[in-house]
Nanobody, 121 residues
């Protein structure tokens, strides 16, 4: 059974940078899209950035120009480079992978355990 293992969170001052990593462990199947979500206390989980198997990317408006999502297929790892961090970026960040099931007739989401990012002002 495969899983997603995140790393790279921590405490950083406003204006600083962090890089999150998400390693795919084991065989989870054919990945359609991978992405990063975040959830702050008392708020809903929201999409931060996505990258498709073809390399197309999508970002939340709040992070455009500051965050970059990338994927190293050889290492089976997803990254999120976060620059010019703001206190409002403080949240638990979750890695997500959507994979094909039943020969493409359905999809299944995998989630990582989450990594905390705290940005101090």
């Amino acid at each position: 059974q495969g899983q997603l293992v995140e790393s790279g969170g921590g405490l950083v001052q406003a204006g600083g940078s962090l890089r999150l990593s998400c390693a795919v462990s084991g065989n989870i199947g054919s990945i359609i899209v991978m992405g990063w979500y975040r959830q702050a206390p008392a708020k809903q989980r929201e999409l931060v950035a996505q990258i498709t198997s073809g390399g197309s990317t999508n970002y939340a408006d709040s992070v455009k120009g500051r965050f970059t999502v990338s994927r190293d297929n050889a290492k089976n790892t997803l990254y999120l480079q976060m620059n010019t961090l703001k206190p409002e970026d403080t949240a638990a960040y979750y890695c997500n992978a959507v994979v094909e099931r039943l020969g493409g007739l359905s999809q299944y989401p995998y989630w990582g355990q989450g990594t905390q990012v705290t940005v101090s002002s």
